[in-house]
Structure formats: C-alpha cells, structure tokens
C-alpha cells in the first residue's frame, strides 16, 4: 500500500507568505514616502503616508490603478473645495449644507459607477472636506491646503508605485485568470444534467452570475498593469461576458432537455431525439470553447477573437437613495456639531465625511460604519502605545521606521485575512493609526493635541453610526422591487426592438449584473422567486437578442418574409409562430442548407427557452406579488 | 551652467523636477503601444522594474537636454 501527503502551505503566525510580503511591502512604502515628505519639507507629510494606506492593494496594477484614479480625484474635490470656500465662505451653515449636498452627490455618482471609479466619486467629495471643511475658520489658505495635500499625495503614489515595482509585487492577471478558471469549472459544472429543483437552480445560476458580474472592477484595473495590460484587459472581458454566455446556454439547453422529454435526464439522449436538443449542446459547446479561448489569451497576453465590451449595470434610484442618505446623515452631524459649538469640531465632520465616502464603495456600508467605530478606539491605543510608549520623544528618522513596522505589517497582515471583519479592522486601523500619529519633521508628541484627534474620531464616527440608524438604508424588499421595475422596463424595450446598442452577449452581461445586485441570500421563499423572475427574464431576453442576431443574416436573402415574421413572433414571444416558421425555413431552404438548419435551431431554442422561462416565472410571480 | 526654468500657472510657481516628472509620465504611457508591439514584457524576466527603469532614463534625459 502507498500513501501520499500533501505538504501543508507554508505560513508563519497562521499567515502565508504572500501576506506578509504584502505587509512588508507597504511598510518599506510608508517609510519610503514619510522619508520623501520629510526630504522635501511638505506641509502634510502624514497624508502621503495615509496615501500608501489606502493604496495598500496587493497586486501592482490594482495599486496603480487606484493611484491614478486618486490623484484625478484629488484635483476635482481641490477644484470643488476652492470653489465652495469662494462661493460660500461668509455663510458657514448654507456652506455645511452645499457640501452635504456635493458630498451626497460624490456618493450618488459612486452608486452609478463600480471599482476604482466609484472610489475617484467618494474621494471628489470627501477632499472638500479634508480642504474646505478642515479651513473653515481660515478660508484663505484653501489653495495652499489643497496644494499640499496634491503634493502629499503625489509623493505617496510614487512611493508605493516604486516600492511595488522594486519589491516584486505580484501581477493581478494571474491571479484574475485562475479566477475567472475557478468560475469556469462551475459553469461546466452548472451545464451538467444533474436534477435540482427551480429554486435551487436559480439560486445556482444566480450566485455564478453574481461572481462573473463581480469580476468587472478587477479586470478593468488589468489596463495600467504593463505594456500588454489593455490586451489582457480585452481577453479578460470577453472571457467573462463568454462565461455568462456559457450560463445562458446551459439553462437553454436545460430548458430543451425538459421540453424534449420531462422524464429523461440524459442530454446526450435527449440530443439524439431532437434537433433543438443538438443545437442547444452544440451552442453550450460552443460558448465553453469561447471562455477557453478567452482564457488562453488572457494568460499568453494575446489579442482575443472575439472582443466585447462589459456594460455595466446600476439602479439609479438605489444611487440617489443612497446619495440623499449620505448628505442627510452629513447635516445631522454638522448640526449637532453646530449646535454644540465645540472648537475644532470641523476636523470631526471632515473624518465622518470620510467615513461616509469610503463606507459608500464598500458592499456593506453600515457594517463598514460599525467597523469604523470597532477600530476608532483600537487605533487610538496602538497610536497612543507607538506614539508615547515606544517613540516617547524620540526625533530620529530610523527610530520612527523601525517603530512603525510592527504596526503597519500587523494591520496589513489582517487585511488579508478572508474574514471581512478582521480585514476592514485591519486596513481601518492602519488609516486612523497614521492619522492619529500624524507623523511630521519634528514630531510634536503633545498628548493634548492626541487627545483631541483621538476624541474627535470617536465622536465623528459614533455621530455617524447613530445618523445612519436613525436615517436607515432601504430595505432589501425596496431596493428588489426597483431592480425589478428597471428589469420589466427594459424587458420591453427588447421587445420593442429598441435596445440595439450592445451585442447580444454584451447585454446578457448586463442583465447579469443587474442580477448580481439583486439584494437576495436566497434563503427565503420571497428571495428564491424574485431571483427566479429575473433569470426568467434574463433568459427570455437573450433567446430574444440571439434569435433577433441570427434571423438578420436572412435579410437580404430571397427569405428576407421569414425573417420579417420571425421578428414579429419574437417581439409578441409567439412561441407556436416561432417554431411555424422555423419549420417553414427548413421547408423552404431544403434540408442541404447549413445557414437555414442553424437559423432553424436558433429559433426553436429560443420558442422553447421562452415557454420555459415563462413557466417558470408563473409561479414566482404570484410568489413576489 | 543649466538653468532651470519655473512654470508658472497663474501666479503658482511649479517647480521644474514636476514639469519633468509629468512630461516624462506622458511619453512613457505614449511608448506603451510601441513597447507592447515590441514584446517588452517578453524580454525582461522582471518587465515591472524594467518599465520602472525606462521611466527614470526618460526622466533623466529630460532634465539633461532642457
């Protein structure tokens, strides 16, 4: 008898390597870029050094590709806070309410947008705040402030760009492509015929295409990566709209197989009783192979075959809910502080517009607000510890570097851990940490000033817990209930043949990313039927577009009636007219006629997808109303 | 001796290492379709500090020649 072991993954602390690499990283980052501040005399060096924090990624490109966004960020929210100041700088309470409202705005935009896009819209918003908010008392340093923190954020981006670069960080495309892989092998998965009950089926297809919409902001950081970035980008793409295809077809060809013969669970079999069947395999096949392809252009860094673009989906009335949110939560604290007339309350409301931006791009925004108030007081005692039990007075540069690596690596350390509670703390611990310490040349170690930072965070952050549970968020009924309203409204612009602007596949990810925000665990009744109506639509949507796609190649053929026809029957879902004329076509073309059988098969799988699709829905409906 | 010359945007002096710094950034991203058609990433086992050394040897030419 033989045996095999498997070696253990290496780790050290219950960390692997990577992780650690990681942490030591980004503290050779923050060392390199509070040197550099200090070097240059800059008026903020702590902000080029929470700069590293916060582009504290572990891959190169994700990191890059934040900076970037940041700094385009940090030139508009500089632009809007001049503007403020100019415009409302006599008027502190209309100045408090116009930048709740800009702030509301930024957080709006990030609602409509996804990944490093919606980060750029909070931080527009949140850097007025940093400032205008913190210049409140002294509007005519404005432009000096706003210089400064350019200049501090400048230094930081370079920092972390050239440590990265030196250290070896790892690329994001090999990470992507095993991901996308992983997605892959569940997809083929999903396609076999194994009997699972509707709400579970859905719950499946609904999850896959939640992880394959999921990806989007990934792959679009892939471009700044490296001179073949925009290329990898491209394949990375078309493998995930592919890989939605892939879910697409495999439901289709589910749907033939219990159309074909309700008792037979065999495709193969099924497939050899029906030329549907066949069509629908060879269309599974065919969209495997393109995710296949996809993937191996991805990993050579070649150009794919079939380039589509990923459109992406957001519910506008979700954005502005969330929007209206953040500025009323935003006025409720700078009316309490108003009211309250503490000095130096302004560096308070700036960290709570801090929090509300950075909470806004995060999936769980009150689970993010909650993490904030966990760390707030965690991060005062290490800032504390580091400051005036470790440093204690201590002016040497060295002294500071090797006293932040303990902390800077922990923090990074968690991060990385797959718990989402223990990674927010850590990465929210490394942010407040540096700006409790607020390192500068010479530091001051005043326990007054620490004081006061350290109770102004606590108090902003627990101002905000305390306004957003009086202010709460929609609730998951609401926010289905509108996804589905934008589902049915562009259901009947695919009807009405008047949403021809993407290719079928283009716009099957997009409802895929719809489904992906669908609020649903899947757990209740009510959440299994509202995923279930919307993959029904997804379903009968695609057919729609794919049927639409393949009768237009009949268009200037002496068949150009049947393709007229079957376009009616497609926009009235006439499912009996569908398969008529797909018979006709086969009638009429001969059996010899590769383009007609193919245009034949389509348009069968599409009147059964749809008869199933509506099947399924029934039900779902009478569930959700 | 080389003397160089400040920016001015409005009365906002900026200092010319930004002047280079940025100039440098704009054609290292206008060489990246060139550097891809070349297989740049194929010729270094390390392309990430390669880019990172090409960017400094711009730079550096830069404030060389103005």
């Known amino acids: 008898m033989t045996t095999a072991t498997i070696p253990r993954p290496l780790s050290f602390a219950g960390a692997p390597p990577s992780a650690w690499a990681f942490g030591v990283r980004i503290w050779v980052a923050v060392v390199a870029a509070l040197a550099a501040s200090f070097w240059l005399e800059l008026e903020a060096p702590a902000s080029a050094a929470v700069t590293v924090a916060i582009l504290a990624v572990p891959t190169r490109g994700g990191a890059l590709d934040k900076a970037r966004f940041r700094l385009a960020a940090t030139i ?29 705005l930024c957080v709006c935009a990030a609602g409509l947008l996804d990944g490093n896009h919606a980060y750029a819209a909070v931080l527009s918003g949140y850097t007025v705040a940093l400032i205008a908010i913190q210049q409140l008392d002294a509007p005519e340093h404005v432009f000096e402030s706003g ?49 699972r009950d509707e709400a579970t089926d859905a719950g499946t297809a609904a999850g896959l295409l939640r992880d394959i919409a999921a990806l989007r902001p990934e792959i679009a950081s892939l471009a700044t ?56 395999s060879r269309e599974s096949l065919r969209r495997i192979s393109e995710v296949r392809e996809g993937l191996a252009a991805l990993n050579a860094g070649h150009r794919p075959l079939c380039v589509w673009r990923m459109p992406l989906y957001r519910s506008r009335a979700i954005a502005a809910a969330a929007g209206l949110r953040a500025a009323a ?31 806004a791009v995060s999936p769980n925004p009150q689970g993010f607000t909650v993490a904030a108030f966990i760390a707030a007081p965690i991060a005062a005692v290490l800032a504390g510890t580091l400051e005036f039990l470790i440093l204690d007075g201590v002016t040497e540069f060295p002294l500071l570097a090797l006293a932040l690596a303990p902390f800077v690596i922990g923090a990074m350390v968690a991060a990385t851990r797959p718990h989402p509670m223990v990674a927010s703390l850590g990465r929210l611990n490394l942010i407040f940490i ?36 009086l202010i709460p968020p929609e609730s998951n009924e609401r926010r289905q209930s509108w996804i589905m309203a934008s589902v049915r409204r562009d259901f009947e612009l695919v009807l009405s043949k008047r949403d021809r602007r993407l290719a079928p596949e ?17 757990a209740s009744h009510r959440d299994s039927a509202v995923l279930a109506q919307a993959l029904s639509y997804f379903d009968r949507a695609a057919a729609i577009r794919l049927g639409r796609d393949s009768v237009a190649r009949l268009a200037e053929t002496s ?24 018979l006709a076509l086969m009638h009429v073309a001969g059996a010899g006629s590769a383009l007609a059988e193919e245009i034949s098969g389509e348009l069968t ?14 039900p779902a409906m009478e569930a959700v109303s | 001796m080389h003397s160089f010359s400040e920016l001015v945007v409005g009365d906002v002096f900026v200092a010319p290492f930004v002047v280079y710094a940025v100039a440098a950034l704009a054609i290292f991203f206008a060489l990246r379709p060139i550097l891809r058609l070349c297989g740049f990433d194929k010729l270094f086992s390390n392309p990430a500090v390669a880019q990172l050394s090409l960017y400094v040897a711009i730079l550096g030419l830069l404030t060389v020649a103005f």
């Open chain 1, 225 to 280: 990566e490296s001179a073949s970035g925009s290329i990898r980008r491209a394949a990375a793409r078309s493998t995930a709209v592919a890989l939605v295809a892939a879910v697409h077809a495999a439901r289709a060809l589910k749907a033939v197989v219990a159309a074909t013969n309700p008792a037979m669970d065999d495709m193969i079999a099924a497939s050899a009783h029906s030329p549907a069947s066949a069509w629908a």
């Open chain 1, 76 to 104: 508009i929210g500089v632009t809007a806070a001049i503007v403020i100041v100019a415009l409302f700088s006599q008027t502190r309470d209309l100045m408090l309410a116009v930048f709740a409202a800009w702030v509301g």
């Open chain 1, 329 to 359: 939560c935003l006025v409720l604290a700078s009316g309490f502080f108003v009211l309250a007339g503490w000095p130096s309350a302004e560096v308070s409301l700036s960290l709570v517009a801090l929090v509300i931006g950075l909470g």
């Open chain 1, 605 to 618: 799988l599409a009147a059964i997808v749809i008869d199933a699709a509506r099947h399924a829905a029934s």
């Open chain 1, 506 to 522: 283009e716009a099957m990810f997009r409802d895929a990313a719809r489904i992906g925000q669908i609020p649903a665990s899947g």
């Open chain 1, 434 to 469: 540096l700006v409790i310490l607020s390192p500068s040349n010479p530091q001051s170690y005043n326990a007054n000033s620490f004081l006061f930072v350290v109770l102004f965070l606590c108090t902003g952050i627990g101002l905000l817990l305390a306004a957003e549970t």
């Open chain 1, 147 to 195: 210089m400064a923190r350019g200049a501090a954020i400048a230094v930081g981006v370079a920092a972390i760009a050239v440590v990265n670069d030196l250290l070896a960080a790892p690329d994001s495309f090999p990470q992507l492509a095993s991901q996308l892989a992983a997605l892959h092998r569940r997809v083929r998965d999903y396609a076999k015929p194994v009997l």
């Open chain 1, 559 to 582: 068949l150009s009636h049947l393709a007229a026809e079957a376009e009616e029957a497609l926009a009235t879902q006439d499912t009996q007219r569908l398969r008529d004329v797909s």
